[in-house]
């Protein structure tokens, strides 16, 4: 099984933003959400126009059958309120091209994470690594395991810490300091 990472470093995640903003503007909105909300994939791939007009997003995790309240940051809302404005209250934000309103799927949000892993030579990227950028990020920021832990919803904060690669970094900042 590979493990998929988080994109860890900052300004390649602005050269990615600034890369979809140009050429794709259905996969940067993809990408924005998944980076700056922590939700799976599965979620975003069922968000409608009408689920983000406001400062929040509002939904029913698809996995957990939970609730869940998401506040949106300035840049992931202004680029909302200008992909959408166009579009009618209940299309799919990450709409097929296949279809009359379906999302794409889980495959093909793959596929797109795997083109951008290729355009800037990203390793082990895959759908879930955008909720793991969110965390990785989160807690780097915050330093706030409790409250990563309970926005991903996860049992226990070592399972949060590996998820997002922060026990693997550690591993790695150990193995190369050794000296023998």
């Known amino acids: 099984m590979n493990l998929v990472q988080p994109i860890r470093d900052k300004e390649l995640i602005k050269e990615i933003k600034n890369y979809l903003q140009e050429t794709n503007p259905r996969n940067y909105i993809l990408f924005l959400l998944g980076i700056n909300t922590g939700l799976r994939i599965s979620d975003i791939l069922n968000l409608r126009v009408r689920d983000v007009e406001g400062w929040d997003i509002y939904l029913?995790?698809?996995?957990?059958?939970?609730?869940?309240?998401?506040?949106?940051?300035?840049?992931?809302?202004?680029?909302?309120?200008?992909?959408?404005?166009?579009?009618?209250?209940?299309?799919?934000?990450?709409?097929?091209?296949?279809?009359?309103?379906?999302?794409i799927t889980r495959g093909m949000a793959y596929v797109i994470l795997n083109q951008i892993a290729d355009e800037f030579g990203l390793e082990r990227i895959g759908t879930h690594s955008l909720r793991k950028t969110y965390g990785y990020h989160f807690y780097n920021q915050f330093k706030d395991v409790a409250t990563l832990q309970q926005m991903l919803n996860h049992t226990d904060p070592k399972e949060t810490l590996r998820y997002i690669g922060i026990t693997q970094d550690t591993l790695n900042d150990y193995q190369r300091k050794l000296q023998i």
């Open 60 to 103: 029913r995790e698809k996995k957990t059958k939970k609730i869940r309240e998401v506040k949106m940051p300035k840049e992931l809302k202004k680029a909302l309120r200008e992909y959408i404005k166009d579009k009618h209250k209940n299309e799919y934000l990450i709409k097929s091209r296949i279809g009359k309103n379906k999302p």
